[in-house]
């Protein structure tokens, strides 16, 4: 699915005008840009994505009906329309890919603290080292540059 009909979809769903949901939709498909295939998912159709987008976007819109939607909830169902109703953890995405878990051999050393924070944060939600391949990759620079 892509952003315009993520974006009709939310309309029909929370009311107002398609593009009232478009920077959310386009944050969460973002990861198209760095592997256009389906399994870009993996990089934000997930819990810590929607933390994620919240962080980003703040607890809501208003969208141009006047009404207050939370942010939550539209990544929420941005996830659920791709992945077949569906909400995982990273650690569920991860887990089930035994490829990826030999990606990463060990944590990488950072020496800014909020970087390293934020670089940090996936293996320490999952304890899974294959987990850096979202903030210690191309698209966790572009990741840096929007949430830090």
Aim: net charge negative; charged share 25%.
């Amino acid at each position: 699915m892509n952003i315009w009909e993520h974006s009709l979809l939310s309309q029909r769903k929370f009311g107002g005008k398609p593009q009232d949901y478009e920077a959310i939709h386009s944050f969460l498909d973002s990861s198209k840009y760095f592997l256009y295939h389906v399994k870009h998912r993996l990089l934000l159709h997930h819990l810590l994505g929607v933390e994620w987008a919240v962080e980003l976007f703040g607890n809501y819109v208003v969208n141009s009906e006047g009404k207050t939607i939370l942010v939550r909830d539209i990544a929420v169902e941005h996830c659920r329309e791709d992945l077949d109703g569906k909400i995982p953890t990273l650690y569920d995405w991860l887990a089930r890919d035994e490829n990826l878990q030999k990606f990463f051999l060990q944590k990488p050393e950072i020496n800014d603290e909020t970087l390293a924070e934020f670089v940090h944060l996936p293996y320490h939600r999952t304890g899974l080292l294959s987990a850096y391949i979202i903030t210690f990759s191309d698209f966790g620079i572009c990741l840096c540059k929007k949430l830090l």
